[in-house]
């Protein structure tokens, strides 16, 4: 039997197999599920068959193991499975071993089929061999490419946002030692610093919870009895101060006792609400709202504006896919976009919670966070 035939014929046993071995690769983080585990395995199978059925020539055959197998305008399921992999957590060792786990388990259920190998079944053999090299050389090629990209994304996030608060914070200090009399200006100027050194803190926050989130399976919270609804209120009131110009509503239907981590809560409103008020058409309404059901707590920001695009909204909390989703190849205006959005998915996680985002042209965008009561 062809090899290529094999394959097409034993697919699952070939997933299942791959699957079981994935499953033993420790990662931190959330245990990945079987459609996790079994990620673009499925797809790469069949470029492999689709290789093997593919005449080659000899110079073809030549190139391919040097490495420079033809190349593809769009992004491979070997490309694609390396970012899903980094992401996840894995090491560039534990995804190379996922490929020799894969060549072993399809030679050894292909040979067990075998009694006399041909000149038909070894020419096969190369080939698949040579199949597998290609993939995972596309997969290490693009893991090195997210990690690079991993590193220019912090990088980029750092320098962009800590620039402007920390030159402020220069800038009235600056002022302030200029002038040993602190009048109704200096005082205004004083209240920049201490905006702008907030601001900054947060950012720093930001950064470090990011690095947290990737050391264990959530961030970490410590719960106690906490009103929410005052919470949320409270940070409304906040929004309002720092932008007196928009038009930021509460609508509150409930009250809202809770074992909450008060702090991490109050971030996660923040971060939404200032998101929605930056994002959001000018001069049109934010609206607020804290409602309950039996179950849960359900707190929404809601604005009117561009919507969020098509390819963005998958990765709306994850900055790394958001950055490394195909055709983006600099930082460009994704400079700006920060890590609140991914922090205040972090903090609904850790508290048992879901966060979802509807967004279209008509009826705006909408981020609905659901806690458990």
């Not at 390396?82 to 020799?100: I, K, N, P, W």
């Not at 989130?213 to 609804?229: E, F, W």
């Not at 707190?299 to 963005?312: E, T």
Request: aromatic share 6%; proline share 4%; net charge negative.
């Amino acid at each position: 039997m062809r090899l290529s035939t094999f394959i097409d014929e034993n697919v699952e046993p070939i997933l299942q197999a791959w699957e079981d071995f994935a499953r033993t690769i420790a990662v931190p983080g959330k245990t990945l599920d079987a459609d996790a585990l079994r990620d673009h395995a499925g797809q790469m199978l069949q470029a492999i068959v689709n290789d093997l059925d593919t005449p080659q020539s000899k110079q073809q055959q030549l190139e391919k193991s040097q490495g420079n197998g033809p190349a593809s305008d769009r992004q491979t399921a070997a490309q694609a499975h390396a970012v899903t992999r980094l992401m996840a957590g894995f090491t560039l060792d534990q995804m190379v071993s996922e490929y020799r786990a894969l060549r072993t388990s399809v030679l050894s259920l292909w040979m067990c089929q075998m009694n006399v190998a041909g000149a038909v079944e070894i020419e096969d053999l190369a080939r698949f061999h040579e199949a597998i090299d290609q993939a995972l050389t596309e997969s290490i090629a693009n893991y090195s490419r997210a990690q690079e990209a991993s590193r220019t994304l912090f990088l980029g996030i750092l320098g962009h946002d800590l620039r402007n608060p920390l030159g402020a914070i220069l800038l009235g200090a600056d002022m302030l030692l200029r002038n040993g009399e602190l009048c109704d200006k200096f005082v205004a100027v004083a209240g920049q610093v201490h905006t702008s050194a907030k601001r900054a803190n947060r950012i720093v926050g930001d950064l470090l919870d990011f690095t947290r989130s990737h050391l264990g399976p959530t961030l970490p919270v410590r719960l106690q009895a906490v009103d929410l609804v005052a919470a949320c209120k409270r940070i409304v009131s906040e929004e309002r101060a720092v932008h007196p110009l928009s038009d930021i509503r509460c609508e509150v239907t409930c009250t809202g006792g809770g074992r909450f981590d008060e702090a991490r809560m109050e971030q996660v409103f923040s971060n939404l609400i200032s998101n929605a008020v930056h994002h959001g058409k000018s001069g049109a309404p934010v609206t607020v709202a804290f409602t309950s059901d039996a179950e849960s707590y359900v707190f929404s920001v809601h604005n009117l504006g561009q919507p969020i695009a098509d390819d963005v909204l998958p990765f709306i909390f994850d900055p790394m896919g958001r950055f490394l989703r195909p055709g983006v190849s600099d930082l460009g205006p994704l400079a700006g976009i920060g890590l609140g959005l991914y922090i205040a998915s972090q903090i609904v996680a850790a508290h048992g919670g879901q966060i979802d985002v509807t967004s279209s042209g008509r009826k705006g965008t909408t981020f609905k966070v659901r806690l458990p009561r």
